[in-house]
């Protein structure tokens, strides 16, 4: 699973809005920070959990799944367990006529499914993270680590 960074960085720019499958309502959850950076960082961000659905995160209403989002998603990213991905990204292919690209999270690998998205001509990236990918490809990277956007008051 080898990106250029280029081809990363123009999945990105070209990114308007990110259907984010599995996120959490939990602050704390990765789900919960990349889409809420996501989401700063000026993309329009879709929640998809069943869990929460009818619940707001970010000012959007969380969807039961992706039959329920608008039709314009570009991007649908998917922070579930790499068994539960075909199915996904089958309803993904089948409600996006636009859909350009499928983003596996960190430990998720699906090479069924990506062969399915790709032969739809839509690009696949798996066990990578959007946010991380964002920092590094625009000079967001602190020394430290993984910026989060968390400040702490005990500096």
């Known amino acids: 699973m080898e990106y250029t ?16 499958v599995g996120v959490s309502m939990n602050p704390v959850r990765p ?15 879709i929640p998809v959990n069943p869990g929460h659905a009818g619940q707001t995160l970010f000012g959007e209403t969380v969807r039961a799944g992706l039959a329920d ?10 922070f579930r367990r790499s068994e539960h991905v075909p199915p ?18 960190i430990g998720v690998v699906s090479e069924e499914a990506r062969a399915r998205a790709e032969a739809r001509g ?3 990236v798996m066990n990578r993270c959007p946010k991380i990918e964002y ?4 000079g967001e990277l602190r ?3 993984f910026n989060t956007g ?3 008051s005990k500096l």
């Open 150 to 152: 968390v400040i702490s």
């Open 135 to 138: 920092q590094r490809l625009f």
């Open 69 to 78: 989002c608008p039709a314009d998603v570009d991007m649908v990213d998917i």
């Open 143 to 145: 020394m430290g680590g």
């Open 122 to 124: 839509v690009d696949v």
């Open 88 to 105: 996904i990204v089958d309803e993904a292919l089948a409600c996006f006529p636009g859909l350009r690209t499928v983003w596996m999270q």
């Open 31 to 45: 789900s919960y920070y990349v889409a809420r950076y996501l989401k700063l960082k000026g993309f329009a961000v």
């Open 5 to 20: 960074d280029g081809h990363l960085k123009d999945i990105l720019i070209g990114t308007r809005k990110i259907a984010v």
